[in-house]
Structure formats: structure tokens, C-alpha cells
């Protein structure tokens, strides 16, 4: 009975993306691909509930580089970057903000996450330094706690605690947390940053 529902809610998920899908391809060919996706993005987080979820699956898979299976995407959760790759299985909370992300296998991205394009993204004013933009890589089975800011590699089976801001590597299976993410609790040693 549950696949039948989940069926249900993806032939209604297309035939609310269809517009979508067609208005940001159209607009890709009068203002550019970048500020279309971004302008399609921000419109779909808008959209509330399960219809919402079924709705940004099926965008998102055409739009992204690649979605895996049983991707969950949260009310006004939106990506900056096409090129956003996800494993199967990965839940992304609401309010979070991916950039150029290559997340893994059963990663969870708590409410209100910032995964940044790298941490020179923001390089300076206008003129004085043009933006970098880097891939971050979030390992398979990682937890992000809600407000967390990542702007570095986050390893497999890593737990990034609330509202913490990572600016370096953090390795597989480490707990950090704190502003910049400092290793946490027994496990919590220098070995937690690559």
C-alpha cells in the first residue's frame, strides 16, 4: 500500500514539475543556465508538505548532476549549484542550502545546514578577489546537526554537531562541534581533521 501512495506522489510530483522543469530551461536561454536553476530552486522550496518533497525529487533529479533513490528534500531547502551530486537514501532537512556538494549514501543534513561551495566562495568585495568555487565532499553515513556551516571535506560516518562551522577536513567517523568544529567527546583527538 505504501509504494502505491509513493507512486502516486511521484505522477503528481511530474505533473507539477513539468512547468518548472520547462520555465527553467527557458529561462536558461534568456538570463543563463546559473540564474534560472537558482531562481527554479528558490520556487520549489516554496512548495509545503509531501507534495512538496515529491515535487522537488522529480526536479531535482533532472536537474542536478545526480540524485540517488530515496532522496528527501525538506520545505525551503534549495541548491546553488547544478552540478550537486547525491547518494541514495541522503535526507535533507528544511531551510539548508547546499552549494557544489558531492554528498554519499545515507548522509542526514539536519535543519538549517549550509554546505558552502568551499570557504573562498565569499573571497572579498567586488574587484579585489574574484569567488572560488570548490567541491565538498560529505562521506557516506555523515550526520550534520542542525545550523551547522560546512566549508570542508566532511568524512564518512562523521558527526558534525549543531551550528558548528567547519572550515577544515574533518576525517572519517570524528565528532566535532564549535565555531571553527573542534574534535568532541573520548573519540575526539587531533585525528579527527585529514
Known sequence: MRSCFKCLGLFVGWC????????????????????????????????????????????YSVLLKSVGRDVSFGFMSLFSKQQAQLGDRVYIGRFCTIGWANIGDNVLLADGVQVLSGGNQHRGRKGEHEPQFDMITIGDGAWIGAGAVVMADVGPGAIVGASAVVTKPIAATARVGGIPAKPLGITGDARAFT
Open 16 to 59: 507539477v514539475a513539468m512547468p518548472f522543469l520547462c520555465g527553467c530551461y527557458m529561462g536558461g536561454m534568456v538570463v543563463g543556465r546559473s540564474k534560472s536553476f537558482t531562481s527554479t530552486s528558490e520556487w520549489l522550496g516554496l512548495i509545503p508538505g509531501n507534495f512538496g518533497i515529491y515535487t522537488r525529487k522529480v526536479c
